[in-house]
């Protein structure tokens, strides 16, 4: 398994321009997360999904928006970058069995909007 | 509202132990994970409490008392490799949201 993977792994931006980030995993989980993390602080939860079909806002939603068409996808859209959106992104995911508490973390995508 | 607090940065010992401490204030409480992220890297799971009382792992172990709102990650035996970030999250509801505090930065001295 590959487990979570995320493209691109680093992108620049201009101020108004959109992108899509990508997240892959082959875990077949339910459970998928997207988390936002600014320079020496916590991961901030942006949205997330408990199966395909159905998506729900976290701490963070302004400026984003997702889509959950099939269990493997969980994309991550900006549609106006802003200098607030600089941050590193991480997407995660987790099974729905008790042996499988535990979010898997994607490798992170880097952003940064000028 | 919800709240986790852990100290900033520590600083040890290689060889030494070191508890690092996480109170929050959180409703539909559902456990609590301890993570581990080196610089630049993705978050990797360490640890899950979800009844009060002690976990142990090897040289990792995590305390949880949900009366006092109150968890900590004691590591033992330091090595150099364990100087990281130090991520407390609680666990809301069935939909297994995380909300993370701030991290602790710790740096094992030789």
């Known amino acids: 398994n590959a487990g979570v993977t995320q493209t691109p792994k680093f992108r620049i931006l201009k101020i108004g321009q959109s992108m899509t980030l990508q997240c892959t995993q082959d875990?077949?989980?339910?459970?998928m997360y997207w988390y936002r993390q600014d320079p020496g602080m916590g991961l901030k939860l942006i949205y997330y999904?408990?199966?395909?079909?159905?998506?729900d806002k976290g701490e963070v939603p302004n400026g984003y928006n997702v889509s959950r068409s099939t269990t493997e996808d969980f994309p991550l859209r900006l549609e106006l970058a802003a200098p607030s959106q600089t941050s590193v992104y991480f997407c995660a995911s987790r099974g729905q069995s008790a042996e499988l508490e535990t979010q898997y973390f994607g490798p992170g995508t880097r952003l940064l909007v000028l | 509202g919800q709240n986790i607090d852990q100290p900033t940065e520590m600083t040890a010992t290689e060889g030494a132990i070191v508890q690092i401490n996480c109170t929050y204030q959180?409703?539909?409480?559902?456990?609590l994970f301890w993570y581990q992220q080196h610089a630049g890297e993705a978050p990797t799971f360490l640890s899950y409490n979800v009844l009060d009382g002690l976990e142990e792992k090897g040289r990792f172990s995590s305390f949880l008392s949900r009366s006092k709102g109150y968890s900590y990650l004691l590591l033992k035996e330091l090595q150099m490799k364990d100087s990281a970030s130090y991520l407390c999250a609680v666990r809301k509801g069935q939909g297994g949201k995380l909300i993370f505090g701030q991290g602790t930065e710790l740096s094992v001295k030789p």
């Open positions: 875990m077949n989980h339910n459970y």
């Open positions: 999904s408990v199966g395909a079909g159905i998506t």
């Open positions: 959180t409703s539909g409480f559902n456990g």
